[in-house]
């Protein structure tokens, strides 16, 4: 619970604040997670999401460490829009990636005045966290949310080609569809949505972003 961003298409406005959020302890989550273990397959796990789980980085530690104890693989989903490299909160960070198997890293645009049109903050400490995560070697799969109108023009699939071209460290990009699922969410909490009038990206254009975006796979593979 809890995130720093205000994402134009976010599906889970109820998660921004932490007021009223639910409390649990450590054992008590990997014990929930361990009972659906049968269904994880072998290279299943638990994927940690949010809201915005660095928030909390003393307890995701913690959590994270006991999932490991237990052989889970684990998944951090997240858009690292705090990260910093300053040496104190490096000093979590590195150690909340020992047990963190893959990073699932959204960037939600490339154009950093646009990213704070479509988000409300920057896309400096995003980046600078996807340009850390290559220099330790994790291993990262970067989604992408299409949103017709915002971030499908060329111009910015060339952009965010080019920063992807410089990871060593991206073992998938997905581009996700943007779509309206979460806005009775937004009525519901009395907020005004922002793209009520932007529709979904074709299969034509997601094909598209795909194709432009997973150059770097295609490189690794020649």
Not at 2 to 13: L, S
Not at 76 to 93: G, H, I, P, V
Not at 103 to 127: C, P
Not at 137 to 156: A, C, F, M, S, T
Request: aromatic share 8%.
């Amino acid at each position: 619970q809890g995130c720093p961003m205000r994402c134009q298409y976010c599906h889970n406005p109820d998660t921004w604040g932490c007021p009223g959020a639910e409390e649990r302890e450590t054992e008590d989550l990997i014990g929930q997670a361990l009972r659906y273990k049968t269904y994880w397959g072998k290279k299943g796990g638990i994927t940690i999401s949010g809201g915005e789980p660095l928030l909390q980085m003393d307890f995701l530690i913690e959590l994270c460490a006991a999932a490991k104890a237990k052989g889970v693989h684990i998944a951090l989903d997240t858009s690292a829009q705090n990260f910093e490299r300053t040496e104190a909160y490096l000093e979590k960070f590195n150690r909340l990636m020992n047990y963190v198997d893959l990073v699932l890293l959204d960037i939600k645009h490339i154009d950093e005045q646009k990213h704070k049109w479509l988000t409300g903050v920057s896309n400096k400490s995003v980046l600078d966290c996807a340009l850390y995560l290559s220099e330790i070697n994790k291993p990262v799969w970067i989604r992408h949310v299409l949103v017709p109108g915002v971030n499908d023009q060329d111009e910015y699939l060339a952009g965010m080609q080019s920063f992807l071209l410089k990871l060593s460290n991206v073992e998938r990009v997905e581009v996700l569809p943007y779509h309206t699922l979460g806005l009775f969410k937004w009525e519901e909490l009395g907020l005004e949505y922002g793209l009520k009038n932007v529709q979904p990206p074709t299969n034509e254009s997601v094909s598209k972003a795909e194709n432009i975006l997973n150059l770097h796979l295609q490189n690794q593979s020649r």
